[in-house]
């Protein structure tokens, strides 16, 4: 057996009881280091732990592969939900084992924001730029997104300088292509905190910084009216 879960977004808390079982009985606990330390205390002490960075990453998924057809329960441990944006890391996954693979989802960190700035997903778009190649079509996306006037949670890119598409990034390229200097915008650092870390416009972001755990919640200047009651 191999399956990957999402291990919510950094708090055991979030973790689904399904998943800790599954963790709880592998024989294999494998990921990047940041996330397999959230669920350290519940792998078994007889456990092989498979630690991995973006250098070493093919490497270490073959180690685990190998050990998938040798028999061994495996898990592999995402951050938040697969399915957000684990999907090029579930693809390494994937082609290490030569098959498709079975997921867990998770609560990723879009859920929690939309629950803690009470937006609703039926009026809001999840864009993350936590990705490899060519981030062109997502930011066309975004635009679209904010002209058609949804809101936006957006996971920035954080990698090097050079391809780094982080918020103050992300809000001089909307400014740049005609998204009102005014549309508020919230920066969130620290999940578990009931409050955004920042608040201000669009053109304030612009000239703000953040750390790599940032997620961005870009509201509509034009929010749909309840229609609970009948015009």
């Not at 730029?129 to 949670?153: E, T, W, Y």
């Not at 000239?207 to 755990?213: E, H, L, N, P, V």
Request: charged fraction near 15%.
């Amino acid at each position: 057996m191999i399956i990957c879960i999402g291990a919510g977004p950094g708090d055991l808390g979030y973790l689904t009881r399904r998943g800790a079982e599954l963790i709880g009985n592998a024989d294999v606990v494998a990921g990047f280091d940041a996330v397999v330390n959230v669920v350290a205390s519940l792998i078994p002490a007889t456990a092989q732990t498979v630690l991995m960075n973006y250098r070493d990453q093919t490497a270490q998924l073959a180690m685990v592969a190998a050990a998938h057809h040798a028999g061994k329960r495996c898990v592999v441990v995402f951050m938040g939900d697969i399915h957000f944006s684990g999907f090029q890391y579930l693809e390494r996954v994937e082609r290490a084992c030569g098959h498709p693979v079975d997921t867990l989802p998770g609560i990723s960190s879009a859920q929690i924001l939309a629950a803690r700035a009470k937006v609703c997903f039926d009026e809001t778009t999840f864009i993350t730029f936590h990705r490899r190649g060519d981030l062109s079509p997502f930011k066309r996306h975004l635009l679209h997104v904010l002209q058609d006037c949804r809101n936006a949670i957006v996971i920035p890119c954080p990698w090097d300088a050079a391809r780094s598409f982080m918020p103050c990034h992300i809000a001089a390229y909307l400014l740049e292509n005609g998204i009102p200097p005014e549309q508020p915008v919230e920066v969130w650092e620290n999940l578990t905190r009931n409050e955004a870390e920042w608040r201000g416009s669009l053109s304030a972001c612009a000239g703000q910084s953040f750390s790599d755990m940032s997620i961005m919640l870009i509201r509509t200047l034009s929010p749909m009216p309840s229609q609970i009651e009948a015009p």
